[in-house]
């Protein structure tokens, strides 16, 4: 088949392009389990010391509705219930972007055509991204395994598991193969890929939240779930494995199809036309920012909707699923009812729905970033509109997207809970709750705006901001790191409502912080070329 | 004479590449000057730095009696601008890039508008990343065209453009020379400038090497002489500001210095003239001489 001509050449391509962020991203998703497994062996050092935790957190809902439950008592059943939820979405992000990168963003810039010129192959690029996508998935998985296996783990367990994160992996490598072949932008491919990794994590939230009410079929249909019921080192089941890995195969078989028939940059979606004549309202750089960010926003709170409905309705099931356990309940009439258990899970999703809106809002201000580098802002800054309209334009969404997406993922979930509890004055008891979150998000966003405005070429950076904030708040925890660490994250910072104690003062600090962050960013911009 | 853009000494570095180096350039009211450089030499940092993109290192900047980086907002009101490297939006369409330049900048023409889009043969309903290259040339043109603009800066307005539309954008420069607009165009495609402006001014590494009228550049150079002579003056190649002669039989071909043409012509005119052409310098030789064994 000559279709993959140049395939090493294209690989090798790939590599020299993504030798810094790769090995980055391999390294955090290898060494991760090991570090965990370490701050473990030091936490509970004992047989005893750790079936006492697996009970500590069996009983909190929390827990057990983010990363799922404990399924065995040892050392690994508790690295593995640590970490695997948070490493499945870390391999995912990474395949999509990776695979998106080297396939319909080549397209959309034109690159692709000039490769197609050559003697590569038709199907060379999208093999090599392919190729690369799955080797660095399996790097990861020996990484892990290596790291496991110096912790001291047995060989099935460690193996089950790295093999659950890698074909997760590959069957993300799959999905983002398949959404470069349907849209016309990188964007919205990206956003698909994303959009899946979303949706399969908070159907495995819903599914162990819903264990109760029957509804654990929710994270079956979830590719993390899936991963989950290997059940790494509890007797583990190989089948899950399996399944995940023809996902991967039936997904890639398709997608090369496609790219096999279809033009060069062409999609499955025709382009239809637009109106000969600007409509009245499209007249100034505030209009043109509305019209490039509405279709994502309406995507994202669409989002947070349909997920706040459906989390928000297992809250109740978590009080039962505790009352049924006779030791627990003890335990929770003494810490005060088993409300404590809804609010607590309640607030980690709202504290990871702020995670996630703050991506949100760092993809609605790095827009700029995206305009600058594609000429669009030496367009509209020759005309008649000054640098802060047009970093406002902007800006404006990155600070308004997080609260839409914050209070409808509150009032959904606020909702949703309230008709299962019949008191439909929780809308406001979360809503409520749920403003508190969006200071730490807006931390993110001034500080990616301070990027672009200081080192626009480093404007990656906000992400890498915003991931490091992320791994030290979800994380931070499990790999018993120090506390002024964990303090860097804005997200640390957030009181825990509904529930914990309302403190103002970290909110006061995290909204002065935002202000001066983004407003030295409006400042540096005002001030640099533009390039 | 009022002038519209007044540049003196204009520097730029970036990191260690000097772009600009002393620049110099001054554009009258109503003329259409042309701003002419081969790739890299200074024409759209120039340009940045006139629409306050970009902020000068040193030097002096001043357009339409403005500050163009304090001032930006309120002098693009009244100028238009196409960008050398045209980027569009991807999901609106033409149609509607063209309004909404016209709306951020200082208004726009519609009845204008209309009649560029025809003389253009463009489809505005398409949306821009359908469009070719030359296509989306002529979205960013039709709107700088039809807006209600004094100046107008375009860098290598054609790029892209067939024979046909770069014609027609020919024409609709000169109507627009008529009517009172002034235009700084830049460019490397020399017969279109020659057709198009009154005065040009060159650039060279970030310095302006040549400024002026056509004629005044002319007469600052060589013209060439093709002649059939009754016999070749033996010391015709001797003469001091007589270049690359050649002989055929009688026929001499050589370029002469403006200000040896009348000892040359004194020589070929004792020898006996049977037929003789002149032909002024081509701004490509113009051009050429400046660049010539230049590192570029």
Not at chain 1, 325 to 349: E, Q
Not at chain 1, 459 to 477: F, M, R
Not at chain 2, 58 to 79: I, N, Q
Not at chain 2, 118 to 138: A, H, V
Request: aromatic share 6%; charged share 15%.
């Amino acid at each position: 088949m000559n279709g993959i001509a140049g395939l090493g050449q294209m690989i090798r391509m790939v590599l020299r392009r993504d030798r810094i962020q790769l090995p980055i991203w391999i390294l955090v998703i290898g060494m991760l389990p090991a570090g965990v497994a370490s701050a473990f062996i030091g936490l509970y050092p004992t047989d005893a010391a750790l079936r006492a935790a697996a009970v500590t957190i069996e009983s909190n809902s929390a827990f057990v509705a983010f990363l799922g439950p404990v399924q065995s008592p040892t050392l690994g059943g508790l690295v593995v219930w640590r970490i695997g939820a948070a490493l499945s979405v870390l391999v995912g992000i990474m395949s999509v972007l990776l695979v998106t990168r080297h396939t319909r963003a080549e397209e959309q810039t034109g690159r692709r055509e000039l490769i197609g010129s050559t003697a590569i192959g038709r199907q060379a690029p999208l093999a090599a991204a392919v190729v690369v996508g799955l080797a660095a998935n399996l790097v990861a998985g020996l990484l892990i395994v290596a790291g496991l296996l110096q912790a001291g783990l047995d060989v099935g367990g460690t193996m089950a598991f790295a093999l659950a994160i890698v074909t997760v992996g590959w069957l993300f490598v799959g999905i983002a193969a398949f959404a470069a072949q349907v849209p016309d932008s990188s964007r919205t491919s990206n956003a698909v890929g994303m959009a899946v990794i979303g949706a399969s994590f908070a159907l495995r939230v819903a599914g162990d939240a819903g264990r109760a009410s029957g509804a654990e079929w929710l994270s079956w249909i979830s590719p993390i779930g899936l991963a989950a019921r290997v059940g790494a080192f509890a007797g583990e089941r190989w089948w899950p494995i399996v399944v995940l890995a023809l996902l991967a195969v039936v997904l890639l078989v398709v997608s090369f199809a496609i790219s096999d028939r279809r033009d060069v940059g062409s999609t499955l979606v025709p382009t239809r036309l637009g109106p000969a004549e600007a409509g009245p309202s499209l007249r100034s750089a505030w209009a043109l920012g509305w019209r490039l960010q509405r279709g994502l926003a309406v995507t994202w709170t669409a989002a947070f909707l349909v997920f706040g409905l459906l989390l928000g309705a297992f809250a109740d099931g978590f009080g039962a699923l505790m009352d049924e356990t006779p030791t627990l309940s003890d335990v929770i009439t003494r810490l005060g009812g088993s409300s404590i258990f809804t609010n607590a899970y309640l607030a980690s999703m709202l504290s990871v729905a702020s995670g996630v809106a703050a991506a949100h809002g760092l993809q609605a201000v790095l827009r700029l970033r995206g305009e600058e580098s594609d000429g669009h802002a030496e367009v509209i800054l020759a005309g008649s509109v000054d640098r802060r309209s047009w970093v406002g334009s902007h800006l404006l969404f990155g600070a308004v997207v997080p609260v839409i997406d914050i209070v409808v993922f509150g009032a959904a979930m606020g909702l949703s809970f309230g008709i299962s509890v019949g008191d439909l004055t929780q809308v406001f008891r979360v809503v409520g709750s749920a403003l508190v979150y969006v200071p730490a998000s807006w931390v993110m966003v001034g500080l990616a705006l301070l990027v672009f405005g200081a080192i626009p070429r480093r404007s990656g950076l906000g992400w890498a901001a915003l991931g490091v904030a992320l791994i030290l708040t979800l994380l931070g925890g499990a790999l018993n790191l120090d506390q002024w660490l964990l303090d860097l994250s804005p997200f640390t910072h957030t009181p825990s409502l509904p529930g914990g104690a309302p403190g103002l003062l970290p909110v006061i600090v995290l909204l002065a912080v935002a202000g001066a962050l983004a407003g030295s960013g409006l400042m540096a911009f005002g001030r640099r070329d533009l390039e | 004479m009022e002038s519209v853009i007044e540049v003196h000494g204009l520097e730029k570095s970036f990191g260690s590449t000097v772009a600009l180096n002393g620049l110099d350039l001054s554009v009258a009211r109503g003329e259409v000057h042309g701003f002419l450089g081969p790739n890299g030499a200074g024409k759209s940092t120039t340009i940045r730095i006139l629409l306050g993109l970009i902020r000068a290192d040193g030097g002096s900047a001043r357009v339409l009696e403005g500050d163009p980086w304090r001032d930006a907002t309120e002098l693009h009101k009244r100028l238009a601008y196409v960008p050398g490297d045209v980027a569009l939006w991807p999901m609106l369409s033409g149609g509607e890039v063209i309004d909404l330049l016209g709306r951020m900048g200082g208004g726009i023409d519609g009845a204008r508008k209309l009649s560029l889009i025809e003389r253009f043969e463009l489809d505005p309903t398409k949306k821009c990343k359908t469009y070719s290259k030359g296509n989306r040339q002529k979205v960013a043109l039709i709107a700088a065209l039809a807006a209600n603009a004094e100046l107008l800066i375009l860098d290598e307005p054609t790029s892209g453009l067939d024979p046909l539309m770069e014609a027609e954008f020919g024409r609709v420069i000169k109507e627009d020379a008529g009517n009172g607009r002034t235009v700084l165009m830049a460019s490397h495609i020399l017969s279109e400038v020659e057709a198009l402006c009154e005065r040009v001014s060159i650039v060279r590494t970030g310095r302006i090497v040549e400024s002026g009228t056509l004629d005044d550049l002319r007469h600052l150079t060589r013209t060439t002489i093709s002649a059939r002579l009754v016999s070749v003056p033996p010391d015709l190649g001797e003469l001091n500001g007589v270049h690359d002669l050649a002989v055929d039989g009688t026929t001499v071909d050589f370029q002469v210095d403006q200000a040896a043409l009348e000892s040359a012509l004194r020589a070929i005119t004792a020898a006996g003239v049977i037929s003789l052409v002149s032909r002024p310098p081509t701004l490509e030789e113009l051009f050429l001489r400046h660049y010539q064994g230049a590192s570029l």
